[in-house]
């Protein structure tokens, strides 16, 4: 089972935007809208942000978006605070196993 | 309100089993739709899904693990349990218990983590 794909850190002034994409293949995130997006405090559990690739959580806030485009799925982050540095996870239904998660991209907010 | 807890030892020898128990509230795994996985996550380490359960019965593992990984639910105590055999220090690591929707494909709730050292 190979994780998805994702860059190992992004960064960011306050107030920018920025996007951390996550690739796959045609068996996970190319074939099926079910990718989510999961937001990552150090020693914290995961927080879900985004799911079925562009749909937030009410209490999440509208300044993260999902989108998807073939075999890449992207979480966009705009107007940059503090509070977003964190580690972010992308995650897949997949054909072949079922659940697959990205290895992960550290967001630094300088 | 959907909430988990993850519970279990803290420390196990290498080659034993490891037993985790989630005992969930909220909602309940006789529901159509409903169901609770597992992921660890090492230290420092990115999250890895183990298995997974449906109010239906059918389980999901990852290939890799399938071998040592057993996962089980009581509905009447409203908790699902995993074992995972032959515990090595690689399996050091935070394990987490999550609800996931089958509709959304999604972990939506997740339990705090409990961090399970292996050593002798």
């Known amino acids: 089972q190979s994780a998805l794909t994702q860059p190992a850190s992004v960064s960011g002034s306050p107030g920018q935007s920025i996007t951390i994409s996550c690739t796959g293949t045609?068996?996970?995130?190319?074939?099926?809208?079910?990718v989510s997006w999961y937001q990552q405090y150090p020693g914290k559990a995961p927080k879900l942000m985004i799911y079925?690739?562009?749909n937030r959580p009410l209490e999440v806030s509208n300044r993260f978006s999902g989108s998807k485009s073939g075999n890449t799925a992207s979480l966009s982050i705009s107007g940059l605070q503090a509070e977003d540095e964190a580690d972010y996870y992308c995650?897949?239904?997949?054909?072949?196993?079922?659940?697959?998660f990205g290895g992960g991209t550290r967001l630094t907010v300088v | 309100q959907i909430t988990l807890k993850e519970s279990g030892p803290t420390l196990v020898k290498p080659t034993q089993t490891l037993t985790l128990t989630c005992t969930f509230s909220?909602?309940?795994?006789?529901?159509?739709?409903?169901?609770v996985g597992w992921v660890r996550q090492p230290p420092g380490q990115a999250l890895e899904w183990l298995a997974l359960?449906?109010?239906?019965?059918?389980?999901y593992y990852n290939p890799s693990l399938k071998t040592r990984l057993t996962i089980t639910k009581d509905t009447s105590k409203n908790q699902v349990v995993l074992t995972m055999t032959n515990m090595d220090p690689v399996d050091t690591a935070t394990y987490y218990c999550?609800?996931?929707?089958?509709?959304?494909?999604?972990?939506?709730?997740w339990g705090q983590g409990t961090l399970i050292f292996v050593s002798s």
């Open positions: 909220g909602f309940s795994l006789t529901t159509s739709g409903m169901g």
């Open positions: 045609s068996s996970d995130i190319g074939g099926y809208n079910y």
């Open positions: 995650s897949s239904y997949t054909s072949t196993t079922t659940v697959v």
């Open positions: 359960i449906y109010w239906n019965d059918v389980e």
């Open positions: 999550a609800h996931r929707l089958s509709v959304a494909a999604t972990f939506d709730f």
């Open positions: 079925e690739v562009s």
